[in-house]
Structures are given as C-alpha cells and as structure tokens.
Nanobody
Framework: QVQLVESGGGLVQAGGSLRLSCAAS????????MGWFRQAPGKEREFVAA????????YYSDSVKGRFTISRGYAKNTVYLQMNSLKFEDTAVYYC?????????????????WGQGTQVTVSS
C-alpha cells in the first residue's frame, strides 16, 4: 500500500521558517518526480514546487521562488520543502504528491499519489 505522509507543519510568525517532510512507504521516491501543492481556505489547490526523479531539476511557483527550496533525502525516502521568509499568504494545507510523469509537473492531474496534508499557519 502506497502512503505519503507529510509532517512539519505548524504555526509560525511572518518572516519565520518551517521545513516540511514527506515520507513515503510502498514506493521508492527516487523513481518518481515529486511535487508540493497547497490549498488555502476558500481557494483551489495550487502548485508550489516540484523536483525531478533525479533531483537535477526543480520548479517553483512565482509566489515562492527564492523563498522555498524542494529537495530529496534519498536515504530516508523523503522529500523536503524548506520554507523561509514565510508570509501570511503562505497559510494553507500543504500536500506532497508523486508522479511517474517526467513532464507537466506543475499540473495537479499528473500526480497519482497524494498525502493527507499538513497545516501551515503564518501569523502576521
């Protein structure tokens, strides 16, 4: 059974940092491209960041570029999202997702496996 489990969310003041983790069981993350998406209250889920299966390519939404970093921890079968300089508008539930597609990583429908999400709340 495939499971993706996010952790690391919480409450942080604006300007602070958090590191989200996505741990996988039932699949080897090194064979999948991985993405992070988020959904704020009353809004649709949106792309945040993605990393290719090799880790050689990363992609970010304009809203987080320069502040967030996606990376892989191969030994731990985990993907991370380091979030710095957090803003109130980053408040959302953050989801990790896995895809065996090599393209369209910005697109939610490309991802076949999803975690349950972790809440990130940034106080202004």
């Amino acid at each position: 059974q495939v499971q993706l489990v996010e952790s690391g969310g919480g409450l942080v003041q604006a300007g602070g940092s958090l590191r989200l983790s996505c741990a996988a069981s039932g699949l080897t993350l090194s064979r999948y491209a991985m993405g992070w998406f988020r959904q704020a209250p009353g809004k649709e889920r949106e792309f945040v960041a993605a990393i290719s299966w090799s880790g050689g390519s990363t992609y970010y939404s304009d809203s987080v570029k320069g502040r967030f970093t996606i990376s892989r921890g191969y030994a731990k079968n985990t993907v991370y999202l380091q979030m710095n300089s957090l803003k109130f508008e980053d408040t959302a539930v953050y989801y990790c997702a896995a895809t065996n597609s090599g393209s369209y990583l910005y697109t939610e429908s490309e991802y076949g496996y999803w975690g349950q999400g972790t809440q990130v709340t940034v106080s202004s």
